[in-house]
């Protein structure tokens, strides 16, 4: 009898007692919130939960109460039952070395997976984690807690950019509503999540959207933040979604390019599009991944040869239409 991966991962996590949670490096509001709302459900469940992530708690999520309890290191995976991975496209892309041995779930809403783990559930259809945890969590049986289901919310508010991005469903208004009747308060997560910027944080804005060039056709934006940057305005990491929609909210703009220096000569490229550009084919051409409409990849170089050869190189991908799904998602 075939099993949904759903259903072998309840069997899988009935029969254990010790679990990770972990995410991607630069972890985002998705995969922290719903790594909480699963250690919470977890735990529920009488279940000894960590959550351990290599990168640590970006801001704003680093002031919530509930991330102090996120772990920053490695996994050590014979201290564990199983693993949970969450929207890792491989092993690599959570940051933690030497899980080969241990059992490992993975759990991604992503256009890109390798499917490396012992179980997988990739579902490229869902809004955010968040809402294939819920399903999980229902699965399991145990009850979705005002707790969890603010997790849960805030996960699927911060994926869908307030209700906002492409990846907003119905099924995504359908698992927020049943949370919001557990629950979630949507105006305590649009505060927590988008009414909470420092002063640093917008002056940044600013400093990021002045470097926004487009090409001639007027269809693709082109904005940087140095290191340099952040460092004069004390800053380290920070969540740049919210410049990255301002510069896709220009007419006639389908693909914004955002370098972020992460280190001298190595830039990491946020691609947001829209329409028929698609931006994990697109990702894909430089070696990363994502969704259709949200990805990004690496690159290496000067920031000026990278901003004279890259999006050139993009725009030669829309005009060939390459820059399409290289396979439909399932
Ligand atoms: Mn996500």
């Known amino acids: 009898m075939t099993t949904t991966p759903i259903e072998r991962i309840r069997e899988a996590l009935s029969r254990a007692d010790r679990l990770a949670i972990t995410s991607h490096l630069r972890p985002d509001g998705d995969s922290l919130c719903t790594s909480l709302a699963l250690a919470a459900a977890l735990e529920q469940m009488g279940k000894r939960v960590d959550i351990v992530n290599a990168d640590r708690t970006p801001y704003p999520f680093a002031n919530f109460a509930s991330c102090a309890h996120i772990r920053i290191g490695q996994i050590d995976p014979g ?86 991005f492409s990846n907003t469903t119905a099924r995504a208004f359908e698992v927020c509503h049943r949370l919001v009747q557990c629950g979630a308060d949507p105006l305590q997560v649009s505060e927590s999540l988008f009414h909470n910027n420092t002063p640093e944080k917008v002056l940044l804005l600013g400093r990021v959207l002045s470097t926004l060039t487009l090409n001639p056709a007027g269809d693709v934006a082109v904005i940087s933040m140095l290191r340099s940057t952040l460092q004069s305005l004390g800053l380290n990491e920070v969540d740049t979604e919210d410049i990255t929609t301002l510069a896709r909210s220009i007419k006639g703009v389908n693909v914004v390019l955002f370098f972020k220096e992460m280190e001298p000569g190595s830039f990491r490229v946020s691609i947001r599009s829209r329409g028929e550009a698609h931006a994990a084919a697109i990702a894909e051409h430089y070696g990363g991944g994502g969704h259709a409409h949200a990805a990004g990849f690496t690159v290496y170089g000067s920031h000026e040869k990278l901003l004279a050869e890259v999006p050139a190189t993009v725009e030669r991908l829309m005009r060939e239409k390459a820059a399409r799904p290289r396979s439909t998602p399932s």
């Open 79 to 164: 201290a564990y039952d199983a693993v949970i991975l969450l929207e890792c496209a491989d092993v690599s892309r959570s940051g933690m070395t030497g899980l080969d041995g241990g059992f490992k779930i993975n759990i991604d809403h992503h256009y890109s997976n390798d499917r490396y783990a012992d179980i997988n559930w990739v579902q490229p259809e869902a809004s955010a984690v968040g809402e294939m945890a819920f399903a999980l969590i229902e699965e399991l049986g145990t009850p979705i807690s005002p707790e969890i289901a603010g997790h849960l919310y805030c996960a699927i508010a911060s994926d869908t950019g307030s209700f906002q």
